[in-house]
């Protein structure tokens, strides 16, 4: 069975103090939860803190939401992966759909990425997903196929093994609409087809897909309970830690 995993990214939310106190309240919340991979993805300036918090608990670690594909030089406002592993990121997130749409990140640039993430040692989150506009033009499939094959293009199945996908349908991420739990399954299915025919069976049966895109704890255990959703890539509910909580105890709950 594959380990579920419920990641908070925050993006450009959350100070230090509120980092903090966002940590006394969810931690206590979900101190005996052992039986999925728990991570916060905090803002650059609040990683030193909450890996400090997270190095005296065994079940949630810290991830980054963006690193160089550089591994050092003259790259203003870059962060590289050394840097990250230096404050013991465990996961980072590439190529979400905000990089890619506001910054211009490419498939190749994702890529490259990839590569320099998984070299260090760092575990990526890669982030694929449509528009509404290519969702109405019926090019989910050929979009997905598109972002994986280019995103992953020369990993190995090693490599394979220690990424997270995330699907991200952008028109569900912030909106309040969500994919419904048939839509999202049916994405997620094509996602493990694809990797399939890029490396193996065994190796898209083992890796973990998880959704993201307006998941909150109302709707967490109808997406969670299809068989290849693995999990959720949380954005505006990870910012409030009981909400947050309520999404792991919701996800928990399916496996009792």
Known sequence: ?????????????????EADSFLDTFLLEVSEENRL????????????RVSERLNKVQNVKVGAQNLSAEKGGAFTGEISASMLRELFVRNVIIGHSERRALYGET?????????????????????????????????????????????????????LHETVIAYEPVWAIGTGRTASPAQAQVAHAFIRKVIEAISDHSTADKIRIQYGGSVKPDNTEALMSQPDIDGALVGGASLDPRAFSEIVKHTCKLLD
């Open 1 to 17: 069975m594959r380990k579920k995993i419920i990641a908070a990214n925050w993006k450009m939310n959350m100070t230090v103090n």
């Open 37 to 48: 991979d728990m991570v916060i993805i905090p803002p650059f300036t609040a990683i030193p």
């Open 107 to 159: 498939d190749a640039i994702v890529n490259k990425k990839m590569h320099t993430a998984l070299e260090a040692s760092l575990k990526p989150i890669l982030c694929v997903g449509e528009t509404l506009t290519q969702r109405d033009a019926g090019k989910v499939e050929e979009v997905l196929e598109t972002q994986l094959k280019g995103s992953l293009a020369g990993l190995t199945a090693k490599e």
